[in-house]
Each structure stands twice: as C-alpha cells, then as structure tokens.
C-alpha cells in the first residue's frame, strides 16, 4: 500500500483581488508526476510534472478549503529521496521530502485555505 504525506491547517492570507498561482517544483532528479488542485466551485486545475497555474482571485477561493493531491513518481535508482516544493506567488508553502527507502510513489495532499489577508 502506498504512502500518504498529508499536510492539513495550511493558510495562506491573500486579497480579495490578489491573482492566487500554485506552483510545484520538483527539486530530485528524476521525479514525475501529475497533481490535480480542487478549488471552491467548478473551476479544478491539473499540473503534470512541475509547472503552474493559475487558480483564481483571492476571493474565489474562499470558504471550502483547496486540495492539491500529487501523484508523484521517482523510478531513478541513484536517486534517494524525493523533494518537491510547493509555492503560491513564489512564496514556498510546503517543502515536501522522503527517503525513497520509505516510500518510491508518494501521494501527497496539502489542504490550503486563504483567509482575508
């Protein structure tokens, strides 16, 4: 059975009008994945491997909380752990790490609200 890394109370303060950007960052070599980003309402984004996206207004995404779920993958045998970096208008979030010998296919969860800044 696979390893689950949740990381929950996640906040992160923003304007009504500030434009909200996720970004993941893989930081190993050899890593690959796909996450998909459940916002309030019908609007969900998906990022396959590193990348961004936008996500909406500050508030947009008030209310329920965000869920980003990454799928992640590291088939590189040299490599001994796995490091991605989370990041909202470039500002780091969450610095996720594990050993490989803990777990090669991680799943990852981070639940983020955004509260009036």
Known sequence: MRKTYRYKNITFPVSDDT??????????????GRTVINVPGPN???IN???SKYIGKGKDLRGDSTICFS???????EEDEIRINYKINDKLLVEH????SEEERPLIVLSIKFPVS
């Open 19 to 32: 434009e909200v950007t996720i970004e993941i960052e893989f930081i190993s070599d050899g890593n690959s």
């Open 44 to 46: 969900d984004k998906e």
């Open 49 to 51: 491997n590193s990348g």
């Open 71 to 77: 799928d992640i993958a590291n088939l590189i045998p």
């Open 97 to 100: 790490v594990n050993q490989k």
